[in-house]
């Protein structure tokens, strides 16, 4: 029975990764981020990565799951690990022990794609890690939300009495990503009435945002992305020169945008946050009965 050249090749690089894996025990740290081309938004992510690093984990490699955004920056001289890539690295690198944090906002559609290319990855090569625990993305209890609302709320400019702030998320078009924005919405307008949310997609839309932020006599909006990085969304979306941006349509609606580019990873409580649902990871996909 003649085997093809690819099939060979590929059984023997798995047999070189499994051979690299010591009979002792060795954590690595992998984070997930969908990615970002603008080099400005870039430290949100880099803050994050940084975090672990300061605090003793290694190795600690970043993974970037968008395929157009890393095919840019490797087109500029700036790759990024692919998520397939960044655990064949762990496994020549001798990690038996696994831990993986995305930042994702919710476990929306995204996380969920991840999460099944991990599983996938698993089931290919069942022998590649004793564990692999995967930390809950930033929103997922109720202190969760009300520490997220704490530290965003803290992190916004001094404002005078008639401010008005609106909130940029992602959102989602279906999966459960769509209902948390709806509670993280409803959250931060409880904290502070002078506060919104809307989404770029989903039911959360800046339609029905904007009326409500006119009727309340503000003179002046700040713009703050509720986003892991101010990226493309936060330049063309929220701010863009565009007439349908969010910043040109309140600026036509009589009032001064104020955006705000600093995404939550670059603040110090979204970082902590992160750090807690790593090391209180339950979700081991190796071994998944253990997490039951």
Known sequence: MRISLKKFLSAFL??????????????????????????????????????????????????????????????????????????????????????????????????????????????????????????????????????????????????????????????NKRGPGDLNMLAVAAAFHKANPRVWLATVEGSLTFDDVLPKVKASGAKRVWLRPFMVVAGDHAHNDMAGPEKDSWASRIKAAGMEPMPIFEGLGQLKGIQDIYLSHTDNAVVDLVNTKKAD
């Open 14 to 171: 798995l047999c070189f990764l499994l051979a690299a894996v010591p009979a002792h025990a060795k954590t690595g740290m992998l984070v997930v981020a969908f990615g970002t081309t603008v080099e400005s938004a870039r430290p949100a992510i880099d803050d994050i990565v940084n975090a672990y690093k300061q605090r003793g984990d290694d190795p600690v490699l970043l993974a970037f799951t968008s395929d157009i955004i890393r095919s840019k920056l490797a087109e500029e001289g700036k790759p990024v690990l692919s998520v397939r890539a960044a655990l064949n690295e762990m496994v020549t690198q001798g990690v038996t022990d696994l831990r993986v944090q995305t930042l994702h906002i919710s476990p929306g559609e995204e996380y969920q794609q991840f999460e099944r290319m991990a599983v996938k990855f698993i089931a290919t090569h069942p022998e590649t890690f004793q564990t692999m625990k995967v930390g809950y993305p930033l929103l997922m209890s109720e202190k969760d939300l009300d520490d997220v609302v704490k530290v965003v709320l803290a992190s916004l400019p001094k404002r005078q009495a008639h401010d008005a702030v609106v909130l940029m998320g992602h959102g």
